[in-house]
């Protein structure tokens, strides 16, 4: 019976002894220790924890480079902005002190269109297709050129309109004024009409929304005609209403150096780690036309320029003044965003080594651990085949000698 053992007994040592090489073999190779679950369960699942963490840290690595970068774009933007409006004071102070004639003033004015423009180029930074200061609206321009009147194309369901022209239920006719700086935003609900709409724009001059005189008429052509009668305002509209159609600024009825903000007040986050979210927008009317109001400053010093004493002169430049205050102080939280992004970056840096060095722990090995039990399992396999080699062939008739 015990001759008869040996045989099985000697091929499971065998396998055991290829099977050891074979690790060796292959942890030298690969540079690890655990290929496989049944290598060392209680590692495979912590490995796949921490390779969890490490995807995490991965992700928001990605989102806080991605939102570092958008925010620098708009902190450079900032920075023009802050440069513009000093400019912008330097010649307010200029014209006011008595002593430029009528054609140097016209001449700043001029001066200042042109760094109006380039703040309103400012104000539509965009970064990767986004604007940066649109609020959550962030796919088109934030701030468009104002104009007095808009008229809708005849609406389908009714030609001519009429007061009386009902309006499509869950549409958005929006006013943007420039003057004010905010917007009226109307949803129509079933049995709505165009005289609803009228109330509702003029609940919004009321409120402060729209300035005084801005009004809905339906025009001797069956349109609807939004306007404001004030030559010094502006406004922008826009509808979904198919009874209304489209909205069209009329021609020649734009107002110099006004623009309105079409952007919301929305703000879109991100999240840059386990219990970190940041804001990766800044709404346009927080920072241009809240506070000091730095577009509606601008235009006012313009004007002034153009046709105003030189006291209306120093206080459209003390306005200009107060508006760089106010983003001055709207740059604050975004330069301590910078700064948490900055050392959140640092640390996930530092986090991701901590879980590669864990990970290595886990299931690597060194190389030369790898080499030693490489020569122990050729050693060992070596002594198993010749031991094999003597007792394999050995038979009964063997022992019975």
């Given amino acids: ?20 090489l074979s690790t060796a073999l292959q942890q030298v190779s690969t540079g690890l220790r655990v290929s496989q679950l049944s290598d060392d369960p209680s590692a495979s699942a912590n490995m796949v924890t921490s390779l969890s963490a490490s995807a995490s840290v991965d992700q928001f690595t990605t989102n806080t480079s991605a939102v570092t970068s958008l925010m620098q774009t708009a902190d450079s933007a900032f920075s023009s902005v802050v440069t ?21 003033r016209q001449a ?6 042109g760094i109006l423009q380039a703040v309103i180029g400012q104000a539509n930074t965009a970064y990767q297709g986004a604007f940066v200061f649109a609020g959550s609206a962030s796919t088109m321009p934030p701030f468009v050129a104002a104009s007095t009147t808009y008229t809708s194309a005849q609406g389908s369901a009714a030609s001519p309109l009429a007061v009386t022209t009902g309006l499509t239920a869950g549409s958005v006719t929006s006013i943007s004024d420039a003057t004010t700086g905010k917007t009226m935003v109307f949803k129509a609900a079933a049995g709505d009409t165009v005289a609803t709409l009228q109330t509702a724009i003029g609940d919004a001059v009321a409120a402060g929304t729209l300035s005084a005189g801005t009004a809905a008429t339906i025009n001797g052509t069956g349109q609807l005609e939004i306007a404001t009668n004030n030559s010094a305002n502006g406004i922008v509209v826009s509808s979904n209403d198919a009874a209304l159609g489209a909205m069209t600024a009329t021609a020649g009825s734009e107002v110099a150096n006004a623009y309105a903000y079409v952007g919301n007040s929305g703000v879109n986050s991100v999240q840059v780690g386990d219990a970190m979210s940041v804001a990766t927008n800044v709404p346009g009317d927080q920072l241009f036309l809240s506070g000091g109001n ?70 690597g090995i060194s190389l030369a651990e790898a080499a030693t039990n490489l020569s122990q399992a050729e050693l060992t396999n070596n002594a198993t085949l010749a031991a094999a080699a003597k007792s394999m062939p050995q038979t009964l008739l063997d022992y019975l000698k």
Wanted: proline content about 2%.
């Fill in 1 to 20: 019976m015990r001759v008869t053992n040996m045989v099985p007994a000697m091929q499971y040592a065998m396998q055991q002894s290829q099977q050891a």
């Fill in 84 to 104: 513009s409006l000093n400019s912008a004071i330097t010649i307010g102070t200029e014209g006011a002190n008595g002593t430029e004639s009528a054609a140097n």
């Fill in 108 to 113: 700043l004015a001029l001066q200042l269109q």
């Fill in 294 to 363: 730095v577009i509606g400053s601008m235009g006012g010093l313009i004007s002034a320029l153009q046709s105003g004493t030189t006291t209306d002169i120093g206080a459209a430049t003390s306005a200009i003044s107060a508006a760089l205050t106010h983003v001055t102080q709207q740059r604050v939280p975004l330069d301590n965003t910078l700064s948490q992004l900055n050392s959140q970056q640092t640390y996930l840096g530092q986090e991701k080594i901590t879980l590669t060095t864990q990970q290595n722990s886990l299931v």
